[in-house]
């Protein structure tokens, strides 16, 4: 108490809040603290209904609260049982209310995985290095596989979800399976094999290489050297489809297309059968508006020679020449009619030169003509009239009986 | 020119390509009219054979196993449900 009110300074009295508030702005402000990985056993292992995790994290000498919120907890892959060895990342902070220092955790992983992990990006830098990961690799898919094989498990769920996929959208294909475990020692040789038999005996026209979600252990073989280069050596193309949207393997990267999940591999792929039956039904449309323009153009074709051929007919020469005929007939009717009137009035005059010279005319003058009534000659001369001799004397406006005398001479 | 192979000899792959192939040869417009129906006739058919391979297709399911003499071959599979 002396020693603290030496200089006659009253000693700054903290509360309580105040100096766990302190004590924690200490320690986020300590950089190394506030990102970390750190190693040991899990015990007092509790999930209340929250959903956040509460552990003490512990080894041989030494022991640390933990505590993952609930949004966290349902991010991870893999949560701890009791007495694992883990490595846990997070940050180091005060939980005011208890006074208590705990590590805050993003991400827990099995004791290990850290090192298989480093193991992975070292064997991904290589492959890559090799250019095993080069896009120019990567072969484009078929785009109706008739055949496809798939590499997985013949009892997992990957393979009924590849099957499910396949018989909603393309059963053209024949799906052959080569079987292998896909997880355990024996999965990466097992892999091997069934991809070389596949390319073998069957020549698919693409490999689906698939399996469930897992963790990293679960899905080691498809991170596994031997597998990645058989991938890279497979005949047919592959697609992965290996654990769930965000997990990445060796494989993804060599495989000539990476899906997500099994599912997705199966519809990468393969085309939609609901979209071929469109561009069919497309094509036939198109046929038949092809033929219907074609015969249309060739009706309009035919017509113009129908009148082409028309005008070149010798039907047309012949109504021309009946149309000559025609004319010549008019032409000489016309001329028959002009030399008939002329032939009238010559005749017209012939009549009139005649009336004028015969016997009317002179008859008209006061001369008579005398015939014999019985013979009807005409008598010319004195000497031939005998006395009694009946004559018929013409005169203009008719003829009289008469008999002669006796002559006197 | 090879034998034409009857559309119910086609793949669905095969029948397909030759109708795209088809219709485009139509479009272009310039054959004689006995060409442009014999290709349509060929083309319905085709059309027909797409469209019957698509409806009646069936996904077949088979895996690889050894046979007796312990050859691999393709055996039928069935899926555990």
Redo the contacts between chains.
């Keep these: 108490m002396s020693q603290l009110t030496l200089f006659g300074v009253e000693p700054r009295i903290w509360s309580v809040s105040d100096l766990n508030r302190y004590i924690r702005q200490s320690l986020e402000g300590d950089y190394r603290l506030q990102g970390m990985w750190v190693a040991g056993e899990v015990s007092n292992l509790s999930r209340p209904g929250s959903g956040h995790v509460y552990f003490t994290l512990k080894d041989a000498e030494a022991s640390l609260r933990c505590v993952m919120w609930r949004s966290e907890a349902i991010r991870q892959r893999f949560l701890p049982r009791e007495g694992d060895g883990v490595e846990v990342y997070g940050r180091i902070s005060v939980y005011e209310a208890g006074g208590q220092y705990q590590l805050y955790a993003d991400a827990i992983r099995l004791a290990g995985e850290g090192l298989a992990f480093q193991e992975f990006l070292r064997l991904k830098a290589r492959l890559e290095a090799e250019g095993l990961f080069d896009p120019a690799r990567k072969r484009s898919l078929p785009?109706?596989p008739?055949r496809i094989g798939v590499v997985t498990s013949?009892?997992g769920a990957a393979?009924?979800d590849v099957?499910q996929v396949?018989?909603r959208r393309f059963?053209?294909?024949?799906?052959?399976?080569?079987?292998t475990p896909v997880q355990g020692p024996e999965a990466p040789a097992g892999i091997v094999r069934?991809l070389e038999?596949?390319n073998r005996?069957?020549r698919p026209d693409v490999i689906l290489m698939v399996r469930g979600g897992g963790s990293l252990e679960d899905l080691a073989a498809f991170n596994d050297e031997a597998v990645a280069r058989a991938v890279a050596a497979s005949a047919a193309p592959v697609v992965s489809g290996v654990g769930h949207e965000t997990d990445f393997t060796i494989v993804d990267f060599v495989a000539d297309a990476r899906a997500p999940t099994p599912s997705a591999a199966a519809v990468a792929a393969t085309p939609d059968?609901t979209q071929?039956?469109q561009?069919?039904?497309l094509?036939?449309r198109?046929?038949?508006r092809?033929?219907a323009?074609?015969?249309e153009?060739?009706r309009a074709d035919v017509g113009r020679k129908q009148l082409a051929l028309r005008m070149l007919s010798p039907q047309a020469r012949v109504a021309g020449a009946r149309q000559r005929i025609d004319l010549w007939m008019q032409r000489s009717q016309t001329a028959m009619r002009a030399r008939l009137s002329l032939q009238q009035t010559a005749l017209q005059g012939l009549v009139q030169t005649l009336r004028a010279v015969g016997p009317e005319s002179v008859l008209a003058r006061g001369f008579a003509v005398v015939f014999e009534a019985e013979r009807g000659a005409v008598v010319r001369s004195r000497r031939n009239v005998r006395g009694g001799l009946k004559l018929s004397i013409r005169v203009q406006d008719g003829a009289f009986p008469a008999v002669a005398s006796e002559p006197g001479e | 020119m090879p034998k034409t192979k009857t559309p119910d000899e086609l793949s669905y792959e095969q029948a397909f390509q030759e109708l795209e192939g088809l219709v485009a040869s139509l479009e272009s417009g310039d054959l004689p009219l006995e060409e442009s129906l014999k290709l349509f006739e060929r083309g319905r058919l085709l059309a027909s054979r797409c469209s019957q391979l698509l409806e009646q297709a069936e996904l077949r399911l088979r895996q690889l196993a050894p046979d007796d003499q312990g050859e691999l071959t393709e055996a039928d599979f069935e899926l555990e449900e």
């Design positions: 785009a109706w008739a013949p009892s393979l009924r099957a396949l018989r059963r053209l294909a024949d799906i052959i399976l080569a079987p069934a038999k596949l005996v069957c059968q071929l039956q561009r069919v039904n094509a036939r198109s046929l038949a092809n033929l323009r074609c015969l153009d060739l």
